[in-house]
């Protein structure tokens, strides 16, 4: 899933110090994520502080034990940064470490963007504060776009925020399946080996890319059968659920490309869109037993969400071959990603392809 603020730490404490380069709107939100993230570092302490206190519960102690095996396995083994960062955890008192803004038109799976001096141009916008982030939510709703407002559960600095302790963890995703939180440590942690300005698909299917391929080797490194088995069988629906909305976006986008009318696109789009629900229902009776985990999403789904789904996923199976023509060498794997993301997004994409000086 993005995590808001990742790109926006390198800058974050000079536009607060240069407001002539953003303007109010820039300094208020650069303000707000300073205060965010900081308040988020004050209430971090050391994993060993909240194992050794009698105070935490039991199971978070053990789930904090667990992570910092994961910690030590993703350094060992998947060369991920060996720093501060998910050494410290904390307690927010909220369901999500930030709330992302994300907009797209009417008729276009292309998320709108927002820019600012030095940081360049991003595909969402990222909050501290629900209501701040449904407020901007609402304003653009107002103005024509489609809009998702949603929380995560973490952020990546990109390891810039190491010298103050580094990314913690956090009470917004430790207490979820093992495999949920092994995914995503490995998942920020590659944020800090590569990363390409401008480039969302590219630096979250890298990341993506990281937390599949980790976890496989996670899970034999435990040996735990009944872990495989839960895990095999949420992926199952997971790639199914995936499968269902790629071909949503496929049909959606090919639509907006045409050269039908607006009239006949809203039409056909509200057609497809039936359709996308009629089969989610099925296949949620047909193979998943009734379970409606992705009720929510798909009844609010539309251009916005289903643009950032993409973007999670859409060159994962390039980095997996990727991965296969450096022999599975996780060192070789992040080098090469990290000179990818080096050059011009044209060219990137040729690379990742194996098509390069082809």
């Known amino acids: 899933m993005s995590r808001a603020l990742r790109r926006s730490w390198r800058a974050l404490v000079l536009a607060a110090l240069l407001p002539a380069l953003g303007g109010c709107a820039s300094v208020g939100y650069y303000a707000q994520s300073l205060r965010g993230h900081f308040d988020l570092l004050t209430r971090a302490k050391p994993v060993k502080e909240w194992v050794s206190d009698e105070a935490t519960p039991a199971d978070l102690r053990e789930r904090l034990r667990l992570s910092q095996e994961m910690r030590d396995f993703a350094i060992t083994e998947l060369k991920l ?140 490194h435990r040996g735990n059968p009944h872990l495989r088995e839960e895990y095999q069988e949420t992926e199952a629906r997971r790639a199914q659920f995936r499968s269902l909305t790629r071909a949503l976006r496929e049909r959606l986008d090919a639509l907006y490309r045409s050269d039908a009318s607006d009239a006949d696109k809203r039409a056909r789009k509200a057609e497809l869109m039936a359709d996308f629900r009629r089969d989610y229902e099925q296949l949620k009776q047909r193979e998943w037993h009734g379970d409606g985990g992705w009720d929510g999403w798909v009844q609010r789904a539309n251009n916005a969400s289903l643009a950032v789904q993409g973007a999670y996923g859409d060159l994962v199976p390039d980095f997996m071959r990727l991965f296969e023509r450096v022999g599975g060498d996780w060192d070789r794997f992040h080098a090469e990603a990290a000179r990818l993301a080096k050059l011009p997004k044209a060219q990137r994409r040729k690379a990742l392809q194996g098509a390069e000086g082809q």
Not at 89 to 104: F, G, I, K, P, Q
Request: charged share 25%.
């Open 81 to 220: 940064p060996d720093n501060a960062s998910y050494r410290r955890y904390a307690d927010l008192h909220r369901d999500a470490a930030v709330w992302n803004v994300v907009a797209a038109p009417e008729l276009s799976l292309q998320l709108k963007t927002w820019c600012f001096p030095i940081l360049g141009c991003v595909g969402y916008r990222g909050y501290f504060d629900r209501d701040e982030a449904r407020g901007l939510g609402d304003e653009l709703k107002h103005a024509g776009w489609e809009v998702s407002v949603y929380g995560v559960p973490a952020y990546s600095t990109l390891g810039w925020s190491n010298w103050l302790g580094g990314d913690p963890l956090l009470n917004t995703f430790v207490s979820g399946p093992e495999t949920d939180l092994a995914r995503l440590l490995f998942h920020e942690l590659a944020h800090q080996k590569a990363y390409a300005d401008d480039d969302t698909a590219f630096n979250e299917s890298y990341a993506t890319a990281v937390e599949r391929l980790g976890l496989e080797r996670w899970m034999a």
